[in-house]
């Protein structure tokens, strides 16, 4: 049973969801005024991000570019939703949909699920990730963990061997980047947002427009990339 705290929570999360009744003409303007509201809080978002973090993205783009000079490797991780960003900057550098712009390694590491329950059943899920970065990733790779808290337990124990072996660590965050901004990663991107779904959002953003530098970074790259 949802007690009065709780209903009034889910209220304001969700201003339609207890009305049992409502004029449809005044029920479409609500809906389009929370378009109108979310649209503008998604823009204030990305924009006030990248306003403020404009170098860092840059200076974040230029190590991932430096780890592919050394035919070196991006590795991904995440959780829930974020899983599915890290999935999505994996196939992004694997698959890339633009023309003339050579394949580059990257793999996500959530994508094999027999590794992932089976260390998650022997040992915990906090070591699905850290377990795979001691077998998998190099000194010359790069790792990149998506948490909207910033604070997923098994990203920073992975994120805290990845910096044992010396390889490349970035974080996306949101809110005031939780743990994940405290450990001393290589690059760790807050976006400052408490909104998970504007976090999310400005991730996207984050990692399309790196991807995008990174191949412009390797430009002079391209055709000793492309032979491999």
Known sequence: MIN???????????PFLGKKKSDVVSLN???LDSIEQKIAQHQSVVGRFF??????????????????????????????GSSSDASHIAVEFLHPVTTGRPALPAYDLSCDKTV?????NDVGYQYVYARQ???LVRQNDALIG?????????????FSQAKKIGAVTIGLAGGNGGEMAKIGLDHCLVVDSDSIHRTQECHVAIYHIL?????TLLADERGYLSSK
């Open 133 to 135: 970065v001691a077998n």
């Open 116 to 120: 992932m329950t089976a260390i998650a």
């Open 29 to 31: 303007q609500a809906l």
């Open 211 to 215: 991807w995008d530098l990174v191949h």
């Open 4 to 14: 009065t705290e709780n209903a009034s929570h889910l209220q304001a999360l969700y």
């Open 146 to 158: 998506v948490s909207t808290s910033g604070n997923s337990d098994n990203l920073l124990r992975a």
């Open 51 to 80: 306003e403020k973090h404009h170098q860092a993205v840059v200076d974040c783009a230029n190590s991932i570019a430096g780890i592919y000079k050394k035919s070196g490797q991006l590795f991904t991780m995440g959780n829930g």
